[in-house]
């Protein structure tokens, strides 16, 4: 499937992903000499599925799957068992988001996590459990942040001069929050550019659909606007892990009608990403409609780091900083990109929080993007020597 050159953990992971999806018929499943090399070396595999959060869909496929191994089986057995009572603490702490947020006339999506599983899969745990994504209307977006440090959500504050806290909200999409120990991700929007998956929230509403998570309903996007969405962040993150993949097939196939999904990704302003989205999952699902040379360049330019083995997701190092940077602006290169990106870059939130400058002194902020960008940049190089010194 691939060459042996290819980083092993990911190699593995590769195959326990084609496995996954064999199993419910969306892709051919993996010849016996790959999957016997994948399930050898548990420590290998297991390294390969954490780093790809492949470990939910593999424990929920875990039973179907024939000869995972002894090893391998007890550590995904043991990982259901802790997936089980995850999604409930997740399933209350949403209920009482969405009751704090409906008792103040907040409508909201939930997205994601349990939701995006018994949306495309019907099991719950099959993305595994992390955050709350929750999107609201722009307009409520501070009221529901109030709504919710009501009920006892903890919320730092940015301690800005307003018109540096004016301009870190037209750049910034969300806010993070937590609730009894739940990390709440509350979105204004869908995407960080407000021109990319820029549907108004009445339209999203409109389009709802519904999951029922441990007894609780939770409204969420329609299955067609769940699968854009997940191409479009896929792509926004230089698609950091293989469970985009799954997330991406088993939506494709939710809503069944390829042509009405290229449709919307496109009204939604994030065509290219969807192309980059599906050109990235023919590796794995080669069942998939190919895409133009321009989506295979850049799902080529994904595949890259993956045959090396290097995860960007929360990597210190600045060459996977500027090239998720540079891929996030490239998914979707439009004249407005680029000048949202360059916003972005000008007003670097770690650095305005800092607030070195004085308040009188806030429009200087952007003319100094340079220095802060390269500042960032000799710190993240630095982390990564001390990191290196502690190791060996």
């Known amino acids: 499937m691939v060459s042996t050159a290819w980083d092993r953990s990911t190699t593995a992971a590769m195959v326990w992903c084609r496995a996954i999806l064999a199993i419910r018929g969306l892709a051919p499943g993996p010849d016996p000499s790959s999957w016997a090399a994948a399930v050898a070396d548990a420590r290998t595999t297991r390294r390969g599925l954490e780093r790809n959060r492949l470990i939910g869909a593999a424990a929920?496929?875990?039973?179907?799957?024939?000869?995972?191994?002894?090893?391998?089986?007890?550590?995904?057995?043991?990982?259901?068992?802790?997936?089980?009572?995850?999604?409930?603490?997740h399933a209350a702490t949403a209920s009482r988001i969405r009751e704090a947020l409906s008792s103040r006339g907040i409508p909201a999506l939930f997205t994601k996590g349990v939701f995006q599983s018994m949306q495309s899969t019907g099991e719950l745990a099959f993305r595994g459990v992390g955050d709350i994504d929750v999107v609201v209307p722009e307009e409520d977006f501070d009221a529901a942040v109030d709504a919710l440090i009501a009920q006892g959500?903890?919320?730092?504050?940015?301690?800005?001069?307003?018109?540096?806290?004016?301009?870190?909200?037209k750049v910034h999409h969300a806010a993070s929050l937590f609730i009894g120990g739940v990390h709440v991700d509350l979105h204004r929007r869908l995407d960080p550019n407000p021109?990319?998956?820029?549907?108004?929230?009445?339209?999203?509403?409109k389009r709802r659909d519904t999951v029922d998570v441990h007894g609780h309903s939770f409204d969420?996007?329609?299955?067609v606007d769940a699968c854009v969405y997940v191409a479009s962040h896929g792509s926004q993150?230089?698609?950091?892990?293989?469970?985009?993949?799954?997330?991406?097939?088993?939506a494709l196939r939710r809503v069944g009608n390829?042509?009405?999904v290229v449709d919307r990704a496109q009204r939604l302003g994030v065509g290219?990403?969807?192309?980059?989205?599906?050109?990235?999952?023919?590796?794995v699902a080669p069942g998939l409609p190919r895409q133009n040379p321009y989506a295979h360049m850049m799902a080529r330019w994904a595949w890259s780091r993956h045959r090396l083995g290097r995860a960007v997701r929360g990597s210190n190092a600045p060459r996977d900083v500027v090239a998720t940077f540079a891929y996030w602006l490239l998914s979707e290169p439009t004249t407005a990109s680029l000048h949202f990106g360059a916003r972005r870059l000008a007003w670097l939130p770690?650095?305005?929080?800092?607030?070195?400058?004085?308040?009188q002194l806030w429009w200087a902020y952007p003319l100094l993007a340079p220095v802060h960008v390269t500042r960032r940049v000799l710190e993240r190089s630095r982390r990564n020597v001390r990191h290196r010194e502690d190791v060996a």
């Open 153 to 169: 959500a903890s919320h730092e504050e940015m301690t800005t001069h307003a018109i540096l806290s004016e301009r870190l909200s």
């Open 272 to 283: 290219h990403r969807l192309e980059i989205g599906v050109e990235f999952a023919r590796v």
């Open 60 to 89: 929920s496929s875990a039973a179907l799957i024939p000869d995972p191994g002894v090893v391998l089986s007890s550590w995904l057995r043991t990982y259901a068992r802790q997936g089980a009572l995850l999604s409930l603490a």
């Open 350 to 359: 770690s650095t305005i929080e800092s607030g070195w400058l004085p308040d």
């Open 195 to 205: 021109r990319l998956m820029s549907a108004p929230f009445v339209e999203l509403w």
């Open 258 to 260: 390829y042509e009405e």
């Open 237 to 250: 993150d230089n698609w950091p892990h293989l469970r985009g993949v799954l997330d991406l097939v088993t």
């Open 220 to 223: 969420t996007l329609s299955p």
